[in-house]
């Protein structure tokens, strides 16, 4: 089956910039979203369609992408940042999955 | 503001079933396909399955076809999953999550409730 593969952890220290990448064969031909979730609570979209932001999302978060991988910025990383990261797409069929999940934490 | 609250979960017997309900406000819920996703305790998240907005179209992830099933009643605003042949593998928070449409397809989970929590004893 198709996977979405994460680093499982990344530690920043505030201020700096973490970055969180995602690969899949498929990620060239469908579109990736990130979501953000935090301990006890429902994950919230961050990035859609590689790099669009949804309103309300703080600007220090961006997405690229650049071949099978794609990546999440997190510019000016804050103690509320700490969280799991998931990415998300889909297969060649247009099946969805989720990446393997990346947990922040902020030193 | 787009409200999606889940309800329904509980703890069952291995080989039991239950049926989840996702009741939505805010939003012109019939104009909106629907998801179901769940994420194990400790683990990441996983799609279920997906119902398009007139309930033509569904689909299920492969581990829980022919055991769950996806409908949705657009006039109670309401999405369910009917979980047969429940097993332990099955314990989940279970999230359901809306697609927004846009011009040439649909964003996915833009929105999602808060979950219910489903205990398969075995």
């Known amino acids: 089956s198709y996977e979405l593969t994460q680093p499982p952890s990344v530690s920043v220290s505030p201020g700096q910039t973490a970055r969180i990448t995602c690969s899949g064969d498929?990620?060239?031909?469908?579109?990736a979203y990130w979501y953000q979730q935090k301990p006890g609570q429902a994950p919230v979209m961050l990035i859609y369609?590689?790099?669009e932001r949804p309103s309300g999302i703080p600007e220090r978060f961006s997405g690229s992408s650049s071949g099978t991988t794609v990546t999440l910025t997190i510019s000016g990383v804050q103690a509320e940042d700490e969280a799991d990261y998931y990415c998300?797409?889909?297969?060649?069929?247009?099946?969805?999955?989720f990446g393997t999940g990346t947990k922040v934490t902020v030193l | 503001d787009v409200q999606l609250v889940e309800s329904g979960g509980g703890l069952v017997q291995s080989g039991g079933s239950l049926r989840l309900s996702c009741v939505a406000s805010?939003?012109?819920?019939?104009?909106?396909?629907m998801n179901w996703v769940r994420q194990a305790p400790g683990k990441g998240l996983e799609w279920i399955s997906y119902?398009?907005?007139?309930?033509?179209?569904?689909f299920y992830t492969d581990s829980v076809k022919g055991r769950f099933t996806i409908s949705r009643d657009n006039a109670k605003n309401s999405l369910y999953l009917q979980m047969n042949s429940l097993r332990a593998e099955d314990t989940a928070v279970y999230y359901c999550?809306?697609?927004?449409?846009?011009?040439?397809?649909?964003?996915?989970?833009?929105?999602w409730g808060q979950g219910t929590l489903v205990t398969v004893s075995s």
């Open positions: 369609k590689d790099r």
């Open positions: 805010g939003f012109t819920f019939s104009d909106y396909a």
């Open positions: 999550a809306r697609d927004r449409n846009i011009p040439g397809g649909r964003i996915p989970f833009d929105y």
């Open positions: 119902i398009s907005s007139s309930t033509t179209t569904t």
């Open positions: 998300q797409s889909a297969d060649i069929s247009g099946t969805y999955v």
């Open positions: 498929a990620l060239p031909k469908q579109y």
